[in-house]
């Protein structure tokens, strides 16, 4: 997978490092900007429904979206 930068600038659970895709809650808010390749983006927000941050991740690649969003229900399903 390609790399799904976080809000802050560096890299998360979703590209392998980072806190595990895990929580109660997901939001994904996309959108078009005219500027750039493919003008698609997306921040994908994560985390227990009460208290403490959210994970937050942000991409250009539908692609991203989709694997990130199978790696949180995969891990809703293991318990984690």
Known sequence: M???M???GGTGAA???GDALSGETMVIRTWFEPRGESG???RITYGKATGGEPNRFAT???DEVLDVVRRWLEA???GN
């Open 40 to 42: 698609f983006r997306a």
């Open 15 to 17: 590209d392998g490092g």
């Open 60 to 62: 250009a690649d539908p």
């Open 2 to 4: 390609g790399d799904i």
């Open 6 to 8: 976080m809000d802050d």
């Open 76 to 78: 809703q399903r293991a």
